[in-house]
């Protein structure tokens, strides 16, 4: 049987999403995925994906995150 490891578990402010993100463990061997499961009402979208995408992907959001709250403090700066 797959081990699956909650990591963090919240709502998305705008839209009412579910965010959860989960390691998975595959029964038959493998590298570990991080599981990002997104629910909207019944509905599921789940990513797995690898390491080296996972930080990817983060390192987009985080430079997307922070141009956008300096934006927001900066009145000159247009959003």
Do not use: C, Y
């Amino acid at each position: 049987m797959d081990k699956l490891t909650s990591i963090d578990k919240f709502r998305v402010p705008v839209g009412n999403q579910e965010i959860e993100f989960q390691q998975i463990e595959f029964a038959a061997g493998g590298e570990p995925l991080l599981r990002l499961r997104i629910r909207e009402g019944s509905r599921f979208t789940i990513f797995d994906i690898d390491a080296v995408t996972a930080g990817h992907w983060a390192d987009v959001m985080a430079t997307w995150s922070k141009q956008r709250l300096e934006a927001a403090q900066d009145p000159k700066e247009p959003q």
